[in-house]
Structure formats: structure tokens, C-alpha cells
């Protein structure tokens, strides 16, 4: 990446260079402040890894559902920002979310979660996505919307929900960024923060300072030596596979997975939830599991050609929230880290809630649930 130059010291450092850091770093130029970004490649980034799903309707955030749902509706004009800067177009799924249910537990307990919790009369797909709000599609209705679905028993449409292309996203906040003077970009690992001096140093010895930091490290944060208290942040792994099939308009969340349809002509199926620390790879069982559920789900994608498998690291915390907060003990350090299953979903707004905070102005949101204090118990 083209790394631009500016005379003085910068005004923030972001350490990462995942999603979260390049669109922080971003909306912090935007608001008119110079930014060292200080973060590498990494096997297993959750970034490129994801699915892209933009689904707080379906994802257990209930601390933070209304920062959810502002999540996914900043999504528009998010991109048609990143689309006038670049002229790179980002795809995004706004087609509505499907939570299937394949069996009668499933029926009763999606009809247990839904607004109005006891209606179980179907609406047509109009009726539902007009309404803007989570409702229940009979099997005739569900087989108009998704013919590859036509086994199952119905299902809720969040009709808002979709998904975004995170790796076309990923590629075109580097291109942001490349092109902004106000951002220098070093392809780097820090290794330590350093409180009193109030600077970084990397695994090639170098150090930085500026006036502001941000820790957007994902799931590496917690190897970050020298911060001023305890991240609990945990690397969880999630196997993913890519089928070379295009059996769905949009995604589908049941059997314990989800399949994301993407403009190439593939369907994403994911995603397994594994606690083995760094370990980015595949294995034939995880990526057998994610088959014969997919096989439950809509067997026309498991009876597809595997196009790819991968894995990724997720930032998981103990309660599944991000940490988006300014250290009131050390009011420069600023931390965007921690998003577990919703980094793709949050990042443009926690981008811009960052920027807010560093530069003092109103953030708009309730950020309390986000606060680094909340594990000082742990």
C-alpha cells in the first residue's frame, strides 16, 4: 500500500490494520487529523475471513441491538462515501435475512422470538418487507422467496438485514486510505505500548508517538504487550467454505449455520465456533460439519463443488460486545477492538464513533455497553 507523508508527528496512531483500522483511520482523516496506521497481513483476519452478514435482527447483541441496528443502516450511505472517493463499488445485500425453520421446535421457537410473539398468521413477501420489521413467511410464501428452500416448514424474514461483500469493502478502505495524505500507512507489527512515554514500539524495534492512540488489533490485541489493563479478548476460531452454486437471493441463517450468497455466483456456508488460540487453519471435520448441515439446510449448495475453505480468528469477549471507549486513566488511549461476530456490521459506525471521541465532539450513540471498565472484575 502506498504509504503517503506528512511533516510532523501524527495526530493518531491506529494500531491494526484490520477492517476496523483502516475505517477508523479513515473517518479520523476525514475529521481532519493526521494518522500513522501501524498494522500487517495476518493469517486468519477476520476481516477477509467473514461473511459479511449485516444481521442484528439474527445475532444475540440485545445490550446494544439499537447501536445494531444503526450499524446496518449506515451501511448506504457508508458506501456511497467509500463510491465517491474511490469510484470502487461495493456490493451489498439488502434483500432481508431468512431464519428458517426446518423442523417444529424450530416453528415454535422462531415464532417465540419474533415481535408480536403468539401471531403465527403468514405474510405475503410485500406485505412483510414493507412492514420493515421481523415477520413470518408460511411454506408457500418462503418457496415464492427461495424455491431452494421449499423443504422447510417457513421461516422469519428480517426483511432490513443482509449482508455486505467484506472483502470488496476491505480492498476498497485500503484504497481510501492509500489516497489520503492526511494518512501515513507502515506495514508493521507493534508488539508494545508503552503508557508512560505514550508510544509504540514494533517487532522491528521502531517508535512512534503521537498525541492519540486507538488499539484496533482484533483478535491480536490481547497480545499487545504494555497496556494500561486487561483486554480479555479471545481468538475463536471459524471454518468457512465457498460452493460454487448460486441457489439463494439472500442469506439464510438454520441447522446451526448460515450460507451467504455472493455476486460471483458462489454461496458462503459458516461458520464453526472453535477455541483453539491462533490457529487459522481448516480441518476435514469442521469443513464436514459445515456440509452435511448445509446438506439440512438447502442440500442443492452441499450438493455443490467446494470452490474454497478457510478459517478465521474472531475477537471474541466475554460478552460478545466490542470495546469502543477512551481510558478514562489514560484519556490519549482510545480502544476499537473486541467485535466478536459483528466487526463487519459495526465497523463503519465504530469508525465514526471513534473519530467522534477523539476529537471531543458527540458521538450520537449510547456507548456505555461498550466500555473497557465493564471487565475490571474478570
Not at 121 to 143: C, F, I, K, M, V
Not at 247 to 260: D, H, K, N, S, T
Not at 304 to 314: E, P, V
Request: hydrophobic share 45%; charged share 20%.
Amino acid at each position: 500500500m502506498h504509504a503517503a507523508s506528512f511533516s510532523r508527528s501524527p495526530d493518531v496512531i491506529v494500531v491494526g490494520a484490520g477492517l476496523i483500522g483502516l475505517a477508523a483511520s479513515a473517518s479520523l482523516a476525514e475529521a481532519g487529523l493526521t494518522v500513522l496506521l501501524l498494522g500487517e497481513p495476518r493469517a486468519g483476519e477476520a476481516s477477509l475471513a467473514a461473511a459479511g452478514l449485516l444481521a442484528p435482527s439474527v445475532e444475540e447483541v440485545h445490550a446494544a441491538r439499537a447501536f445494531a441496528l444503526a450499524s446496518r443502516d449506515r451501511y448506504p450511505s457508508y458506501l456511497e462515501w467509500i463510491l465517491e472517493r474511490t469510484g470502487v463499488p461495493v456490493p451489498l445485500n439488502r434483500r432481508g435475512v431468512l431464519e428458517v425453520a426446518l423442523n417444529d421446535d424450530d416453528v415454535q421457537r422462531l415464532h417465540a422470538s419474533r415481535d408480536g410473539a403468539g401471531d403465527t398468521s403468514a405474510h405475503s413477501e410485500r406485505e412483510t418487507s414493507g412492514a420493515g420489521r421481523s415477520g413470518w413467511l408460511d411454506q408457500q410464501a418462503l418457496t415464492r422467496l427461495e424455491p431452494s428452500l421449499r423443504h422447510a416448514r417457513g421461516a422469519l424474514l428480517h426483511a432490513l438485514d443482509g449482508a455486505v461483500d467484506n472483502v470488496a469493502l476491505h480492498g476498497a478502505l485500503r484504497r481510501v486510505v492509500a489516497d489520503d495524505a492526511r494518512i501515513r500507512v507502515e506495514q508493521t507489527s507493534v508488539t508494545t505500548i508503552d503508557s508512560v512515554n505514550r508510544d509504540v514500539r514494533t517487532a522491528e524495534g521502531a517508535r512512534f508517538s503521537a498525541a492519540s492512540l486507538v488499539i484496533a488489533a482484533g483478535a491480536w490485541t490481547s497480545r499487545l504487550r504494555g497496556l494500561p489493563r486487561s483486554l480479555p479478548i479471545e481468538p475463536v476460531r471459524g471454518q468457512m467454505m465457498a460452493m460454487r452454486v448460486a441457489a439463494l437471493e439472500r442469506p439464510v441463517f438454520g441447522a446451526g449455520i448460515y450460507l451467504v450468497p455472493r455476486p460471483s455466483g458462489v454461496t458462503l456456508v459458516g461458520s464453526t465456533m472453535e477455541h483453539v488460540g491462533f490457529d487459522a487453519t481448516t480441518t476435514t471435520e469442521g469443513l464436514h460439519m459445515l456440509r452435511g448441515a448445509a446438506g439440512r439446510l438447502c442440500p442443492v449448495v452441499a450438493r455443490s463443488d467446494k470452490h474454497a475453505a478457510w478459517a478465521g480468528l474472531r475477537p471474541l469477549t466475554p460478552d460478545g460486545l466490542p470495546i469502543i471507549d477512551r481510558d478514562r486513566d489514560y484519556p490519549w488511549l482510545y480502544y476499537a477492538c473486541g467485535h466478536s461476530r459483528n466487526g463487519i456490521l459495526m465497523a463503519p459506525l465504530t469508525a465514526d464513533c471513534v473519530a467522534a471521541l477523539v476529537t471531543g465532539s458527540d458521538a450520537g450513540h449510547d456507548l456505555s455497553p461498550f466500555s473497557v471498565t465493564r471487565f475490571a472484575a474478570l
